[in-house]
């Protein structure tokens, strides 16, 4: 899709190359007996939509819901799995934030839960729109794709620990999970260490984490399969404010820190140590991390 914008008019053109190449690369799947899941976005917009605000503004969800319509329009015959969008999480802080993935901001203590909300709100738009308009003939399913680290207390003692990791997935999980899947609105964890954190800053906690309105479509039960991408575990511990600035930093206020009896594998964000090409360690975690899924799986249905 093409998108054309000035501040005053936006439209919205389709590349019929582009159509054709997703329709080749969905059919052949199809011919190769392999189910196609087509995830919708993953972490960067057009410019164009960028340019009037990206995430950060209240219509892009009306946008995303007009481009997730034309997709399960143009290929749900033939795809029966959606991702709307793959790790909010990590968009919104990393891009909005921490600045080192697209768009590139540091609007730090800001940004990330406006574009948080913004993308749990056209997720919402995209789920309601499929499951009226398309569910009944195409017969699919709809979720996102979240992501998130195991953490645990480094001192399992230590009460500040206990509620250094509980905060942490909160505010890594739960800030999308629970909207969905749990209650309709974030972890009153989240909310009230952002509020706490506020008044000690002198702003308002609800001005910084949005509140879905009325007007808004719900929120809850709009996934059809939960959808989790996990990656590694963390250790923490309390601590982690950053001086006299608004931060989700400082409102998390819980510092990760890696075991030194784990192994090392090739991949520094799973652990520390340099590339590895013949990444064993690697290999024995994905290995040990599906053999633990399958036991709880045996056990689920046990």
Known sequence: MKLNSKEDDFSISVSPTGVQYYNRVIDDLLACNVSPMVTLYHFDLPQAIQNLGGWKSPGVATLFDSYSKFCFQTFGDRVKLWITINEPHVCARLGHEVGIHAPGLKEKGTAAYLVGHNMLRSHAMAWHSYYSEYRATQKGAVSLALNSDWFEPLDPLRHEDVASAERDLAFTLGWFAWP???????????????????????????????????????????????????????????????????????????????????????????????????????????????????????????
């Open 180 to 302: 969905v899947f749990i209650t309709g609105d974030y972890p009153e964890l989240m909310r009230s260490a952002i509020e706490t954190q506020s008044k000690m800053m002198g702003y308002s906690g609800n001005w910084r984490l949005p509140r879905f309105s009325k007007e808004d479509l719900p929120i809850l039960g709009t996934a059809d399969f939960f959808a989790l991408n996990y990656y590694t575990s963390r250790k923490v511990k309390s601590g982690g404010c950053c001086g006299q600035m608004l931060s989700m930093k400082r409102d998390l206020d819980a510092e990760e820190v890696l075991d030194p009896s784990w192994p090392i594998s090739g991949v520094s964000w799973l652990a520390v140590g340099p590339l590895q090409i013949e990444d064993v360690e690697r290999c024995k975690f994905y290995r040990s991390t599906i053999s633990e899924v399958v036991k709880g799986t045996c056990l689920y249905l046990s």
